[in-house]
């Protein structure tokens, strides 16, 4: 692959909303860069988000975030 990780999550967020999907698995980290890179319309669904309660709760994935991280203005559009 050429480019950045985020360069990737990128292209393939709009190679899915070009191919008619509403929106897109994502990490919690990428959240940001995709709301500002395609707006308010797509669906981001972030299935990374753990309460601070020990290692154990990270185990089934890498790249978490606390509901706190998670919670910034560039990830929501509420």
């Known amino acids: 692959?050429?480019?950045?990780?985020e360069?990737?999550?990128?292209r393939?967020?709009?190679?899915?909303?070009?191919s008619g999907l509403d929106g897109v698995?994502?990490?919690a980290r990428e959240a940001p860069l995709l709301?500002?890179?395609?707006?308010?319309s797509a669906v981001l669904v972030t299935p990374g988000?753990?309460?601070?309660?020990?290692?154990?709760?990270h185990d089934d994935q890498r790249r978490t975030l606390s509901p706190a991280e998670a919670w910034r203005p560039a990830a929501t559009t509420w």
């Open 25 to 27: 698995v994502c990490s």
């Open 35 to 40: 709301r500002g890179a395609v707006g308010g």
């Open 49 to 57: 988000i753990r309460l601070e309660q020990g290692a154990s709760m």
């Open 1 to 5: 692959m050429d480019g950045s990780v």
């Open 12 to 18: 393939l967020t709009r190679l899915a909303l070009e």
């Open 7 to 10: 360069d990737q999550v990128l």
